[in-house]
C-alpha cells in the first residue's frame, strides 16, 4: 500500500520520538487513526478533547518533549483549545492536529463549518492548513520546529481528503527538530554580573523553572554567597523543601521569611523566571535578571542588569568568577524568620486543629507526606493551589506542575492522565478543587480505560472557594448562589467508573483514605470534605486589602441577622 499524508505523519512522528497520540476519533480523522492504528504509536482515546490537550500539555510540561493530541472537524477541534492554553502560557511544545472536511465542501457553509487557522491563531505560534499532499512534509516540519523554537503550541489542520492522498516528497530535516540547546551568557556580560554581585553586601537569588537542571550549581553558589535561594512556585521542585539554602517561595505561595528577604537584600538575581507578580518585588535596591529570553528581562521590576543566557552554564560562569561572601548575618536572619514560618504551617495543617473538620492544608501535608519520593503532583487552580503549593513539602526528586502561567480551573486530572501514561509505575496524584474536578470529572473514565493509575485528591468545599475570598477582598458580599454547589459522592462516582473510591470526612479518617488509595493499583478518586471558610496565610500583608475583608465580613454578618 503506497504511503497517504496521515502515514507519513505518522511515520514522521514516530521518527521524532513520538509515543502516544491523546484524542478522540470522529471522521475527518479515520485516515489518520488508521495510520496510527499500523504504527507503534499508541491511540490514547479520551473522554473531551480538552481533556486530550491537557495530557499532551502535562507531557510536554514534564519532559520538553513534543506532545501530540488530536481533534475532529469543526466541534472536536474547538474542544481542544482551552487545554492548549496551559502549553502555550508553560511554554510547552505540544503540536495540535484537527482533522477538517474535504476541501470539496469548504466555503459552502457546510455542517461544522469553522476556521481553524482563525481560532487556533491566538494559541499557537503557528497554524497552518494543509491544503495539498505536496505541502505537507515541508509545512509538518515547519509546525514541530515552531513548537521547539517558542517553545509552545504548533497546530495543523488537514482535510479528510488530504490525509488520506497519496503521500508527494519526503521530509529530509528530522534532525533539526529537537529541544533548542542552552547556552551561556556573553562574557562581558557575566563580567558585569560579577561586579555587581562583589559589590553587593546582602544578595538573594531567585530561581524559577528555568534553573531546571541547575540545582547544584545554585547551591554552590549560595554558600559561596552566603545568599538565601528563593523560588517561584514553578521552582519549587528544584530542591527539597528541607534544604536549608532552599527559602521558600515569594508571594501568596510563598512566606514572610522571602518577602522580606526579597524587600531588603541589596542584590537581587533573578534566573529562569519572568514571576509575574510585580507587587512582590522589589522597587527599590539593585535587580539582575538572567533568562534564555530577551523578551522576559527588566519586565517585572526595575531591573539594573538584564542578561540572556540559560541558567544553568551562566551559573558556572559565574561560579568561576565570584568572590566569596563571609557575613551571614542576613543569611541568619532569614533562616531564622523560615523556621518561624514553618512552625506555623505546621500547626496550620496540625490534624488535631479540630475534632471533626479537615482544614484543607492538613490535606496537602498527609499527601506530600504519604506520596513517593519520586512522586509527581499536578496542581489544579483555586484555593486549593494555595493549599498544595504552601504545604506540599517536596523532596527535590518529586515534580510539580499546575496551571501556573494559565491559572485555569479544571485542568490537573486531564494533564495527571498525560503524565501518567510516560510511565504507569511513576506515582501521580492530582490535587484539585471539588469545582476544578467537576468541570472534566469525565476524564477519570480516560484513567480507568486506559489504566492510568492516577490517584485525584479532591479538596471537597463545595464551592468555588477563591471567588468568596476574591470578593471578599475588593469589599463584595459573596454570591453564595453563584459560589457554591453540590456534589456527587465522589467516592462512590469512581466506583462506578471502574476505578477505587475513598472518603475522608474527618481527621481521623484522612491519613487511611490516602494510604489506601496510593497503595490500589488503578486510578482512584479522594473525596476530602474540607472546612470551606479557612483563610489563606497573607506573606505579604496588604493593609488596604484587609480592610477589605473586614467590611465584607461587617455585611455578611449584617446579611446573616437580617435575612438580606
Ligand atoms: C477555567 C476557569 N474558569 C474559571 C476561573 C475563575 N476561578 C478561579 S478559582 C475558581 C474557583 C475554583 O473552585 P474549586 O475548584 O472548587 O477550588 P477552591 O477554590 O474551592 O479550592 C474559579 C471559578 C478560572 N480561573 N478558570
Ligand atoms: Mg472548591
Known amino acids: 500500500m503506497s504511503q497517504t499524508v496521515a502515514s507519513q505523519l505518522i511515520g514522521v512522528l514516530e521518527q521524532i520520538g513520538v509515543k502516544q497520540i491523546f484524542g478522540l476519533i470522529g471522521d475527518s480523522l479515520n485516515p489518520l487513526a488508521d495510520a496510527v492504528r499500523r504504527s507503534q504509536i499508541e491511540w490514547v482515546g479520551v473522554r473531551h478533547e480538552e481533556g486530550a490537550a491537557l495530557a499532551a500539555t502535562g507531557q510536554a510540561k514534564l519532559t520538553g518533549q513534543l506532545a501530540v493530541c488530536a481533534g475532529t472537524t469543526g466541534p472536536g477541534s474547538n474542544h481542544l483549545v482551552a487545554g492548549l492554553y496551559e502549553a502555550s502560557r508553560d511554554h510547552a511544545p505540544v503540536l495540535a492536529l484537527s482533522g477538517e472536511m474535504p476541501r470539496s465542501l469548504r466555503g459552502t457553509d457546510y455542517i461544522q463549518t469553522t476556521e481553524p487557522d482563525l481560532l487556533f491563531r491566538d494559541v499557537s505560534l503557528y497554524t497552518e492548513t494543509i491544503a495539498t499532499a505536496a505541502q505537507a512534509p515541508g509545512v509538518i516540519h515547519q509546525a514541530i520546529a515552531a513548537a521547539y523554537a517558542g517553545p509552545g503550541v504548533a497546530h495543523l489542520t488537514f482535510p479528510q481528503?488530504?490525509?488520506?492522498?497519496?503521500?508527494?516528497?519526503?521530509?529530509?530535516?528530522?534532525?533539526?527538530?529537537?529541544?533548542?540547546?542552552?547556552?551561556?551568557?556573553?562574557?562581558?556580560?557575566?563580567?558585569?554580573?560579577?561586579?555587581?554581585?562583589?559589590?553587593?553586601?546582602?544578595?538573594?537569588?531567585?530561581?524559577?523553572?528555568?534553573?531546571?537542571?541547575?540545582?547544584?550549581?545554585?547551591?554552590?553558589?549560595?554558600?559561596?554567597?552566603?545568599?538565601?535561594?528563593?523560588?517561584?512556585?514553578?521552582?519549587?521542585?528544584?530542591?527539597?523543601?528541607?534544604?536549608?539554602?532552599?527559602?521558600?517561595?515569594?508571594?501568596?505561595?510563598?512566606?514572610?521569611?522571602?518577602?522580606?528577604?526579597?524587600?531588603?537584600?541589596?542584590?537581587?538575581?533573578?534566573?529562569?523566571?519572568?514571576?509575574?507578580?510585580?507587587?512582590?518585588?522589589?522597587?527599590?535596591?539593585?535587580?539582575?535578571?538572567?533568562?534564555?529570553?530577551?523578551?522576559?528581562?527588566?519586565?517585572?521590576?526595575?531591573?539594573?542588569?538584564?542578561?540572556?543566557?540559560?541558567?544553568?552554564?551562566?551559573?558556572?560562569?559565574?561560579?568561576?568568577?565570584?568572590?566569596?561572601?563571609?557575613?551571614?548575618?542576613?543569611?541568619?536572619?532569614?533562616?531564622?524568620?523560615?523556621?518561624?514560618?514553618?512552625?506555623?504551617?505546621?500547626?496550620?495543617?496540625?490534624?488535631?486543629?479540630?475534632?471533626?473538620?479537615?482544614?484543607?492544608?492538613?490535606?496537602?501535608?498527609?499527601?506530600?507526606?504519604?506520596?513517593?519520593?519520586?512522586?509527581?503532583?499536578?496542581?489544579?487552580?483555586?484555593?486549593?493551589?494555595?493549599?498544595?503549593?504552601?504545604?506540599?513539602?517536596?523532596?527535590?526528586?518529586?515534580?510539580?506542575?499546575?496551571?501556573?502561567?494559565?491559572?485555569?480551573?479544571?485542568?490537573?486530572?486531564?494533564?495527571?492522565?498525560?503524565?501518567?501514561?510516560?510511565?504507569?509505575?511513576?506515582?501521580?496524584?492530582?490535587?484539585?478543587?471539588?469545582?476544578?474536578?467537576?468541570?472534566?470529572?469525565?476524564?477519570?473514565?480516560?484513567?480507568?480505560?486506559?489504566?492510568?493509575?492516577?490517584?485525584?485528591?479532591?479538596?471537597?468545599?463545595?464551592?468555588?472557594?477563591?471567588?468568596t475570598l476574591e470578593a471578599e477582598s475588593v469589599g463584595l458580599v459573596p454570591f453564595r448562589e453563584a459560589i457554591e454547589f453540590p456534589n456527587p459522592d465522589f467516592a462512590a462516582l469512581a466506583r462506578a467508573c471502574g476505578g477505587h473510591g475513598f472518603t475522608a470526612r474527618e481527621p481521623g479518617q484522612l491519613k487511611t483514605a490516602l494510604s489506601e488509595a496510593l497503595a490500589v493499583d488503578g486510578p482512584a478518586i479522594v473525596d476530602a470534605v474540607v472546612v470551606a471558610d479557612e483563610m489563606p496565610n497573607m506573606p505579604h500583608i496588604d493593609l488596604e486589602q484587609a480592610g477589605h475583608y473586614a467590611v465584607a465580613k461587617i455585611k455578611e454578618a449584617v446579611l446573616a441577622v437580617t435575612g438580606g
Not at 486543629?353 to 512522586?375: E, F, M, N, Y
Not at 499546575?402 to 485555569?408: D, E, H, I, L
Request: overall charge positive; glycine content about 10%.
Open 161 to 467: 481528503d488530504v490525509l488520506s492522498a497519496k503521500a508527494e516528497g519526503a521530509m529530509s530535516s528530522l534532525a533539526t527538530l529537537k529541544p533548542h540547546s542552552e547556552f551561556a551568557a556573553a562574557e562581558g556580560d557575566i563580567a558585569k554580573i560579577v561586579e555587581r554581585i562583589d559589590r553587593a553586601g546582602s544578595v538573594v537569588i531567585m530561581c524559577g523553572a528555568g534553573c531546571r537542571g541547575a540545582a547544584d550549581s545554585l547551591r554552590a553558589l549560595s554558600d559561596r554567597l552566603k545568599a538565601p535561594l528563593v523560588h517561584t512556585l514553578r521552582g519549587k521542585e528544584l530542591m527539597a523543601y528541607d534544604d536549608p539554602r532552599w527559602m521558600g517561595g515569594l508571594g501568596m505561595i510563598g512566606t514572610k521569611a522571602v518577602y522580606h528577604a526579597v524587600q531588603n537584600c541589596d542584590l537581587l538575581v533573578m534566573i529562569g523566571t519572568d514571576y509575574p507578580y510585580s507587587n512582590f518585588l522589589p522597587t527599590k535596591g539593585s535587580v539582575i535578571q538572567i533568562d534564555e529570553r530577551p523578551l522576559v528581562l527588566g519586565r517585572r521590576a526595575p531591573t539594573a542588569l538584564g542578561v540572556t543566557g540559560s541558567a544553568r552554564p551562566t551559573l558556572k560562569l559565574l561560579l568561576e568568577r565570584v568572590s566569596a561572601k563571609t557575613d551571614t548575618r542576613f543569611w541568619d536572619k532569614v533562616t531564622n524568620e523560615r523556621r518561624k514560618w514553618d512552625e506555623m504551617l505546621d500547626k496550620q495543617c496540625d490534624l488535631k486543629r479540630s475534632k471533626d473538620r479537615i482544614h484543607p492544608q492538613a490535606v496537602a501535608r498527609a499527601v506530600s507526606d504519604a506520596a513517593r519520593r519520586d512522586a509527581i503532583f499536578v496542581l489544579d487552580t483555586g484555593l486549593n493551589t494555595l493549599w498544595s503549593g504552601n504545604w506540599i513539602r517536596q523532596t527535590g526528586s518529586q515534580r510539580i506542575i499546575g496551571s501556573f502561567n494559565n491559572a485555569a480551573v479544571g485542568t490537573a486530572l486531564g494533564q495527571a492522565n498525560g503524565v501518567q501514561a510516560l510511565d504507569r509505575s511513576r506515582q501521580v496524584i492530582a490535587l484539585t478543587g471539588d469545582g476544578g474536578f467537576n468541570m472534566l470529572m469525565g476524564e477519570f473514565m480516560t484513567a480507568v480505560h486506559h489504566r492510568l493509575p492516577v490517584k485525584a485528591v479532591v479538596y471537597n468545599n463545595s464551592a468555588l472557594g477563591l471567588i
